[in-house]
């Protein structure tokens, strides 16, 4: 992300607790396989592999690709599908 001009080196995840969960109104859930029950008005589940531990350029790719989720999602939600 660095070389796009985004320092996140210093960001971690952070706990969902069900006061959160209950606040917003999605989840994007990257990983499914180690999160627990979700309780949102809407839960996305991406199913994306960890780039920690994969080479520079597999992880590139899905940095790629994630880009592109965020508009994928916006359009859908106002009943548009790519």
Do not use: Y
Not at 16 to 27: C, G, I, N, Y
Request: net charge negative; proline share 6%; with cysteine.
């Amino acid at each position: 992300m660095l070389e796009d001009g985004m320092d996140i080196g210093d960001k971690r995840s952070q706990l969902l607790t069900r006061e959160l969960q209950e606040a917003v109104d999605m989840v994007v859930v990257c990983s499914g396989s180690s999160c627990p029950f979700v309780k949102a008005k809407h839960v996305e589940e991406w199913n994306l592999p960890d780039p920690t531990e994969m080479p520079l350029e597999e992880a590139t790719k899905i940095k790629k690709n994630l880009k592109s989720f965020p508009l994928h999602l916006r359009l859908e939600r106002r009943g548009f599908h790519m």
